[in-house]
Nanobody, 124 residues
Framework: QVQLVESGGGLVQAGGSLRLSCVAS????????MGWFRQAPGTEREFVAA????????NYADSVKDRFTISRDIAKNTVYLQMNSLKPEDTAVYYC?????????????????WGQGTQVTVSS
């Protein structure tokens, strides 16, 4: 099993930036890819971005493309989500997730391990 701990959330004004971090521990050798998802009140958890652990391949939701950047530091077992030009509709709890099977995925059910989430609030 992989344990994930997110940090970096907070309150920011529209147009501002935040960087989320997710540190992995445990069976990190089994990670194939990592993803970020978010969930606003009353909505389902949705895909934001994903990255392969070894090769750096990435995938983004259309709503965040060109504003968010996912990256990873293998030596630190950490994945990041740099969020720029934030909008009020980006307000949500952001979750980090790990996938241990091949190929990066945008599907929530394809990820086996999840962090506890970090709140991001964007004020208008």
């Amino acid at each position: 099993q992989v344990q994930l701990v997110e940090s970096g959330g907070g309150l920011v004004q529209a147009g501002g930036s935040l960087r989320l971090s997710c540190v992995a521990s445990g069976r990190t050798f089994s990670i194939y890819s990592m993803g970020w998802f978010r969930q606003a009140p009353g909505t389902e958890r949705e895909f934001v971005a994903a990255i392969s652990w070894s090769g750096g391949s990435t995938n983004y939701a259309d709503s965040v493309k060109d504003r968010f950047t996912i990256s990873r530091d293998i030596a630190k077992n950490t994945v990041y989500l740099q969020m720029n030009s934030l909008k009020p509709e980006d307000t949500a709890v952001y979750y980090c997730a790990a996938r241990t099977r091949r190929f990066i995925s945008t599907m929530r059910n394809d990820y086996s391990d999840w962090g506890q989430g970090t709140q991001v609030t964007v004020s208008s």
